[in-house]
């Protein structure tokens, strides 16, 4: 088993090097960590240069520019294939995601062909989210199962696991249409439209310990326009 963690940056210095130590941790001698970094002006880049070039096991993707969760996420995963990852994980480098549970997740992906860290399943929590948030998250997850019919109870969770079969039936990724943060919805969609087998295992998703937060107002409007442009559209 080779995985590599995908882990996305864009002005985490305060979170870079503890995540890149908690995360190769947890990591079997084969596998490895890929960053990419959207030239975070306060100086991430930098910082993950450093580490590489301490520790073999970790690499970093220089983007010149910022386009979006998704757009990142689709460059690390072509590059982790090229790497010769067995599985690919896709994680944030704030915390909210817990290292730790990178192993309960690779053993859940030995009968799936991808697993997600579920918030609402049993056992899956929230913590430090205000009531507001929770609802959006919550109640939009239900929406989006329904008219969907996607079998995950938490649609847009952005902690997974993917085979390397599951990612390669993508071909060159060029069906991905979503840019920002409803590509973990359309991942979902299409993965189970193609008939791969999806799990979750719960999680305990924890605010950031440092740095902002990049969500926005807008994510629910995106993730609403692509909910019916995967049902409706073409």
């Given at each position: 088993?080779?995985?590599?963690?995908?882990?996305?940056t864009y002005n985490?210095?305060?979170?870079?090097?503890?995540?890149?130590?908690?995360?190769?941790?947890?990591?079997?001698?084969?596998?490895?960590?890929?960053?990419?970094?959207?030239?975070?002006?306060?100086?991430?880049?930098?910082?993950?240069d450093?580490?590489?070039a301490q520790?073999?096991?970790?690499?970093?993707m220089?983007?010149?520019k910022?386009?979006?969760?998704?757009?990142a996420?689709?460059?690390?995963?072509?590059k982790?294939?090229?790497?010769?990852a067995?599985?690919?994980?896709?994680?944030?480098?704030?915390?909210s995601?817990?290292?730790?549970?990178l192993?309960?997740?690779?053993?859940?992906?030995?009968?799936?062909?991808v697993?997600?860290?579920?918030?609402?399943?049993?056992?899956?929590k929230?913590?430090?989210?205000p009531?507001?948030?929770?609802f959006?998250?919550y109640?939009g997850?239900?929406?989006?199962?329904?008219?969907?019919?996607?079998?995950?109870?938490?649609?847009?969770?952005?902690?997974?696991?993917?085979?390397?079969?599951?990612?390669?039936?993508?071909?060159?990724?060029?069906?991905i249409?979503?840019?920002?943060?409803s590509?973990?919805m359309?991942?979902n969609?299409?993965?189970?439209?193609?008939?791969?087998?999806?799990?979750?295992?719960?999680?305990?998703?924890?605010?950031?310990?440092?740095?902002?937060?990049?969500?926005?107002?807008?994510i629910?409007?995106?993730?609403?326009?692509?909910?019916?442009?995967l049902?409706?559209?073409?």
């Open positions: 088993m080779k995985p590599i963690v995908v882990i996305p985490e210095k305060e979170n870079a090097a503890a995540m890149a130590a908690a995360v190769l941790a947890q990591l079997p001698p084969e596998g490895r960590l890929l960053f990419l970094d959207d030239n975070s002006p306060d100086g991430t880049g930098e910082i993950l450093g580490l590489c520790e073999p096991r970790l690499a970093v220089h983007r010149q910022k386009e979006g969760l998704g757009r996420y689709v460059a690390g995963f072509a982790a294939l090229e790497m010769g067995t599985h690919v994980v896709e994680m944030d480098c704030d915390f995601h817990d290292p730790a549970d192993k309960r997740m690779f053993a859940a992906i030995e009968t799936a062909d697993v997600i860290g579920s918030r609402y399943v049993k056992g899956g929230c913590v430090g989210w009531f507001k948030r929770w959006i998250s109640f997850g239900r929406f989006i199962r329904l008219v969907l019919g996607t079998p995950v109870m938490d649609p847009t969770g952005g902690f997974k696991c993917f085979t390397r079969a599951a990612l390669e039936s993508l071909g060159d990724f060029s069906l249409r979503s840019f920002g943060y590509f973990q359309e991942m969609y299409r993965m189970w439209k193609m008939g791969l087998r999806l799990a979750e295992i719960p999680i305990t998703f924890t605010e950031r310990r440092a740095g902002t937060s990049k969500i926005s107002g807008s629910a409007t995106e993730t609403l326009k692509m909910v019916f442009k049902r409706f559209g073409k």
